[in-house]
């Protein structure tokens, strides 16, 4: 079983950072792949960004790339998403997600929910414009 904790939301201004924490406990972290997922109200949650055990593999959806950067720290078993120049469309609540994947099953698989095991409790971030 896996925990996995968000922390970093909060309320920014257009064209403003933050950086979204998920620390993961319970197991071993190092062969998971992790993603965020997001979902503003009234809407379906979406794929964001995955990042691969390794570290070697990400990929983001394109309404974020070129904005947002996942990053990890498998010895602080913690997944980082760097969020800079922010929009209004960009409020949601982020999730966290981890499934185990020791082996590369591709980006379209890592960008379903359905195939991920473990999630947060997600955090609000908000951005007014």
């Known amino acids: 079983q896996v925990q996995l904790v968000e922390s970093g939301g909060g309320l920014v201004q257009a064209g403003g950072s933050l950086r979204l924490s998920c620390a993961a406990s319970?197991?071993?972290?190092?062969?998971?792949?992790m993603a965020w997922f997001r979902q503003a109200p009234g809407k379906e949650r979406e794929f964001v960004g995955y990042?691969?055990?390794?570290?070697?593999?990400?990929s983001y959806a394109d309404s974020v790339k070129g904005r947002f950067t996942m990053s990890r720290d498998n010895a602080k078993n913690t997944v980082y998403l760097q969020m800079n120049s922010l929009k209004p469309e960009d409020t949601a609540v982020y999730y966290c997600?981890?499934?185990?994947?020791?082996?590369?099953?591709?980006?379209?698989?890592?960008?379903?929910?359905?195939?991920?095991?473990?999630w947060g409790q997600g955090t609000q971030v908000t951005v007014s414009s």
């Open positions: 990042i691969w055990w390794t570290g070697g593999s990400t």
């Open positions: 997600a981890a499934v185990d994947s020791p082996y590369y099953r591709g980006s379209y698989y890592y960008s379903r929910s359905s195939n991920y095991d473990y």
């Open positions: 319970g197991r071993t972290f190092s062969s998971y792949a």
